[in-house]
């Protein structure tokens, strides 16, 4: 009677923790750095720092995998400022994301780094003055950056992140130069997070 108890009590002992997943939001705000394009950039705006917002939404591992969706918006992109012939413009992005954050076991409750990097879908548009080369474009893009996730509480934390944003393929043709359009650029933000 008490060997099927002790076998029952090792064998609780020794299974392995069931893996837990974190599942947060982070609206966040920052800022659009070293941009790059051959689109309507007449001023050279798209390099300026220049307000970024969005959200993300993760799942993340105590063993540190998981994946995040996030949507980002970059207002006034190609625009340098008083007198700029470019009147309106932004780039919206959209991306899947692979996570790979340090284990649960090795950071505990304190500052989680990650790394980050995924596909996505990058929306440039921009009108100027005359209304003659108005841009709509649309791209495959491609996402990589670092990062660090921390709690306050059970529910609440905080969030740091720097990312590279390029496209990589697109079928529109600049009306600047007539090569393939392009477009690139560093964003670096912080967030609130909540789960």
């Given at each position: 009677m008490?060997?099927?108890?002790?076998?029952?009590?090792?064998?609780v002992?020794?299974?392995?923790?069931?893996a837990?997943?974190?599942?947060?939001?982070?609206?966040?705000?920052?800022?659009?750095?070293?941009?790059?394009?051959?689109?309507?950039?007449?001023?050279?705006?798209?390099?300026d720092?220049?307000?970024?917002?969005?959200?993300?939404?993760?799942?993340?591992?105590?063993?540190?995998?998981?994946?995040?969706?996030?949507?980002?918006?970059?207002?006034?992109?190609?625009?340098?400022?008083?007198?700029?012939?470019?009147?309106?413009?932004g780039?919206?992005?959209?991306?899947?994301?692979?996570?790979?954050?340090?284990?649960?076991?090795i950071?505990?409750?304190?500052?989680?780094?990650?790394?980050?990097?995924?596909?996505?879908?990058?929306?440039?548009?921009?009108?100027?003055?005359?209304?003659?080369?108005?841009?709509?474009?649309?791209?495959?893009?491609?996402?990589?950056?670092?990062g660090?996730?921390?709690f306050?509480?059970?529910?609440?934390?905080?969030?740091?992140?720097?990312?590279?944003?390029?496209?990589?393929?697109?079928?529109?043709?600049?009306?600047?130069?007539?090569?393939?359009?392009?477009i690139?650029?560093?964003?670096?933000?912080i967030?609130?997070?909540?789960?």
């Open positions: 008490r060997l099927p108890l002790i076998a029952t009590f090792l064998a002992l020794v299974t392995p923790a069931p837990r997943a974190d599942i947060f939001v982070s609206p966040f705000l920052g800022l659009k750095f070293k941009g790059s394009t051959n689109e309507l950039n007449f001023g050279e705006g798209a390099g720092a220049k307000l970024s917002i969005g959200a993300s939404t993760v799942i993340l591992s105590d063993k540190g995998f998981g994946v995040e969706a996030e949507i980002g918006y970059n207002p006034r992109f190609f625009e340098k400022g008083t007198g700029d012939l470019v009147t309106r413009s780039v919206t992005t959209l991306f899947g994301n692979l996570v790979l954050a340090m284990p649960l076991s950071s505990r409750e304190s500052l989680r780094p990650y790394a980050v990097g995924g596909l996505g879908w990058v929306h440039a548009s921009a009108q100027e003055t005359l209304d003659l080369f108005p841009v709509s474009n649309d791209f495959l893009g491609l996402t990589i950056g670092v660090a996730v921390g306050f509480s059970d529910v609440t934390g905080v969030k740091f992140d720097l990312r590279y944003i390029k496209a990589i393929s697109s079928g529109d043709i600049s009306e600047r130069n007539g090569e393939s359009a392009r690139s650029f560093w964003r670096a933000t967030g609130v997070v909540f789960r």
